[in-house]
């Protein structure tokens, strides 16, 4: 049956305007996560998983070879090849903490029983100090120097002779069960304890507190430093203009100058300790994964750019690779994210408990919280050019600012 030419006319008019409609509705999208969690974006595919003994809560560290170090709650330090064999496993206890790498390959550790142990390239021991009797460690990572492992300990910090494993220092300063050291390139090492912010000097001496701490109130405190009001519960972050980033408690993302004076702070109630630390972009913008289900994007004066709101609490840095990517972690899924703040691609990755790592071809690897490690197509380059694009700065979580040796 034939049509009548201005029946098909409207037809094809009624069409068109459907198409155009369905095209601006597409192109006015924001990002939305409950659209990410229902499968509407992009996948990122999954290249391979290796089953571990157990979960890994610390940072995954990526030697110069490429092999991928998980330290697990089981006890083993896992050593697997890009390819997702594995090379081998070395017992060390169970652990909470992150693996770090040294400039020969070694890989240091703390495990949860007061105990720093280091590891050959091979997974043989090379040593083990004991720092402390007891339960020591919790969700944190060392950093290191050119001689010196500046590691967490119940006491606040210790510094281990890399070479031997001997404590050549240790302080009274208390540390916190979350964060991170940052050894800066000027020699201070960065630390949450008791509360404060505290910078110290490579041979053990107090630089500065914030808040700041005098002797009369650790005097009148029966000899140990009372307790502040500033929970330091990420990692350290140095960034750009020589301020120092961090999350505190539940609520804050925190800006301190390397003199120990409160720059600003971004204030939101978060559902939990705000555990992720703030990494830093090529052109200065800070992004933190905030307790209260948002990351931010930031300058270093504290003005906001953006916000995405991921609908559930973040507690995982993310990563940036080369392009500009924010590889994120929230809720089960491992987001990818614009610049701009636009969501991307997205994998059901089971949740996340360990801040990932990224190689040179792109490829993501994260370890979920059902103890398996996983290896994604990235897409968008290796890590970042900048200060601190990850979880303690770079692939070996040296916590160490650039510049350092």
């Known amino acids: 049956m034939r049509v009548p030419k201005f029946q098909a006319f ?33 996948a990122i595919k ?14 995954l560290a990526l030697s110069d070879d490429g092999t991928i170090i998980a ?42 029983n007061g105990s720093v142990i280091a590891l050959n390239r091979s997974g043989s021991q090379r040593w083990k100090s004991v720092v402390y009797e007891g339960n020591t460690y919790g969700h944190n990572a060392g950093a290191i120097g050119s001689s010196f492992l500046f590691a967490p300990s119940r006491g606040g910090l210790v510094a281990v002779n890399l070479s031997d494993g001997k404590v050549e220092w240790s302080t009274n300063l208390g540390t916190e069960q979350w964060g991170a050291v940052t050894l800066l390139a000027d020699g201070a090492v960065l630390f949450g304890g008791h509360g404060r912010l505290n910078a110290i000097g490579t041979h053990g001496d107090a630089l500065w507190q914030y808040p700041p701490l005098t002797d009369d109130a650790t005097r009148r405190n029966g000899g140990f430093p009372p307790p502040g009001n500033f929970a330091v519960a990420s990692g350290v972050t140095p960034g750009p203009d020589h301020i120092l980033f961090m999350g505190v408690g539940w609520n804050e993302l ?22 992720a630390s703030p990494v830093v972009a090529s052109d200065g913008t800070i992004y933190f994964a905030h307790a209260d289900g948002h990351l931010y994007a930031l300058d270093s004066l504290g003005n906001k750019k953006w916000n995405l709101d991921t609908a559930g609490a973040i507690s995982v840095t993310p990563l ?31 949740g996340v408990t360990s801040p990932p790592t990224i190689a040179s071809d792109g490829t993501v690897y994260l370890a979920n919280a059902s103890g398996m490690l996983a290896a994604y197509e990235g897409g968008h380059g290796g890590l970042m050019d900048s200060t601190w694009p990850k979880f303690q700065g770079d692939l070996g979580n040296s916590g160490v600012e650039r510049g350092t040796n």
């Open 10 to 42: 409207c037809l094809s008019l009624s069409a068109a305007i459907c198409a155009a409609s369905l095209i601006a509705c597409k192109n006015s999208s924001s990002p939305d996560p409950n659209e990410v969690a229902m499968g509407q974006r992009a």
């Open 46 to 59: 999954k290249k391979w998983e290796f089953n571990l003994g157990s979960r890994a809560d610390g940072a």
């Open 71 to 112: 330290a697990c709650q089981d006890g083993f330090v896992y050593a697997v090849d890009s390819n997702g064999k594995l090379q081998w496993k070395t017992y060390i206890g169970a652990t909470h903490a992150s693996p770090s790498i040294g400039p020969d390959g070694a890989i240091y550790i703390a495990n949860d």
């Open 254 to 275: 925190a800006a301190v100058g390397m003199d120990g004076a409160l720059r600003w702070k971004l204030d939101s109630r978060g559902a939990n300790l705000n555990t």
């Open 320 to 350: 940036l690779a080369s392009d500009g990517t924010i590889f994120l972690m929230a809720n089960r899924y491992l987001y990818a994210v614009t610049p701009a703040g636009k969501v991307i691609a997205q994998a059901d990755v089971g």
